[in-house]
């Protein structure tokens, strides 16, 4: 069924005000596995009925790997049409479900005059389900589960959020393990820095592959995430392992609307 | 005053006269040096600046996410901070040609008391540093730890490395060598709680004058030993003893994801937005701005203090994705090229006069491209850092340069830049596409 999503334009002409811009990101709007968690966490928002909005075909690209690769200009010039939009709809609060979309316009847009209140999902989500307006009522289809929990570079030592996505988390009926490198020491997936647009430098081995032993070493049958492009590393480091059927990786938004029961989740 | 009273006087002041110009020399040179830096963005909040600086440089803050290293090495620092108060007896002593000057000069039982109590403080932390300096020489010689085994560490680092830690033996030495004798002389009195049990029992056996003799070998071992440490520092990795101050002090404040904007950038694009000045002719008497850092008159001056303030520790490089997967890169190279290369600038520009030898740090020579090509921004290793050095800025201006005035950037990335410029998306897709997610 298609979910029926407005775009902020359709509301302005409308006349009618938005809460929160979703900012739905590249990874999310193109990537096929991407847009399953876009949908979900879109679910989550229409669930809760909180009145929100995408920008759709007049949003673009945040300019995050341009400047990580050291492409300023590209980055500033992105930054410059995206805040030309944004304040020309008046956006005050924005929630992205990826982790360089959020730093990027939490941090590096106010000096460049765009000024919002920028949230990441986990964030997001926490505050729905302390605010109860987020039940988990069929949360034991995580029961007797094992689950681990990937720190993105982006959200945690970037922005300090380790705890929140944690605590989202602990509402799931699941078993948290922690991986071996968690938290501040967290292990990088090997996307960030614009990596994930290009091939490795030579070495010994790809860092997901790295993190894909340390994944396994925890036995976790779910690896729960916060960002589009770990998603992609932490699966190709699942396959590495062959541990294809065992291990899952989902995005918090996936596990939270599968524990409201608004979508199905394959765990076998 | 005996002939030999004045001798030792003015062997002391000419020993501290020399001492303190030759190492004063490096200390302003390295002051210089530093300055060869642009300026850095102010420094606002500093209650804040202040807490880091007690918490982080002096309260060791972010040692402790190793505990047995933490303690290990905070026996070493709390006993050369505190050594430091006998020191000012030893400098008295050396002025005036005296002997334990304040002990003898000041006869209360309270003084007596509490000098005893500093002074046994002070063999408690020595031997504990003693102890330690053991430890971090088996570490660094007999056990494997990766990250004092690295490419960077070969040769001269390792052997810096050492040699402190021998030196530290020497000073610990000598100030219970110094102690003991004078303990043996005087069996009766101090109390000092090491010096005063084991020198008699070791010592006593030895004649008056081989005891004066020891106490002198002492004495003067330990002050030339402080002074060699003095003028050693600043041709060492050591200097973190006083520049973690500072640096923690002038480290950024904002969360560390947060990659400064460059200001010649926005003005670029200022221009070109305004119809005013977009189509005008330029103004040639306007300095072209660079972009990035190529060399280190491009940095900062806090990046510059950075890589004097590494201690090569390496848990930055022990932290890194990059390196630990086997990539060149490796964050504690960076400072260590930094430095390197500053040093070399400035004594360029000190014997020749002229301002740059053509050469610089991103080069084969110091930081490759393929080195910092391998960085995933990941921040682990600004994480890692005990006293609070950013590698990562430092790779982040080295990546502009390469990108906005070299052109040098992979095919891949090209076609992202291209993306983002031309279709407003990191990937090929039209904007029609965006929605297509809310489809089933």
Known sequence: MDLQVKTIAQLTAEGQSVDVLFWVGCAGSFDDRAKKITRAFAKILQHCEVNFAVLGTEEGCTGDPAKRAGNE????????????????????????????????????YPGLGGSYDVVHHTTFLQNLINEGRVKLTDADVFKGRRITYHDSCYLGRANGIYEAPREVLAQLDTELVEMKSCKSKGLCCGAGGAQMWKEDEPGKERINTRRSREMADTKADIVAANCPFCITMLRDGVSKQNLEGEMHVFDLAELVAAGQGIQDINLD | MEPIQIIQILAFLLLTTLALVVSGKKYVGIYRNISMGKSEESAPNRILRWKNMLRIALGQGKMFANLPVAILHLCVYVAFVFTQIELIEIFADGITGSHRILYNSIQSSWFTGLYTAIISTIEVLSLLALIATFFFLARRNMLSIPRFRKAEMEGWPHRDANIILYWEIVLVTCIFLMNGADAALHPDEYGFVISSNLGPSLLGSFSENTLHLLERIGWWGHITGVFVFLIYLPYSKHLHILLAFPNTFYARQRPAGHIENLESVTQEIKLMMNPDTAFAAADPSAEIPTFGAKDIGDLTWKNLLDAYSCTECGRCTDQCPANLTGKKLSPRKVMMDTRDRMEELAAFRKSSGEEHDGKSLLSEEYVSVEELRACTTCNACVEACPVMINPLDIIIQMRRNLILEQSNSPEEWNALFNSIENSNAAWAFPASDRLKWTEN
């Open chain 1, 73 to 108: 200009f590209a980055f500033q010039m992105a930054a410059h049409m995206n805040i030309e939009i944004l304040n020309g709809y008046g956006v005050k609060n924005i929630v992205t479900t990826c982790p360089h979309c959020f730093n990027i316009l939490k941090n590096e």
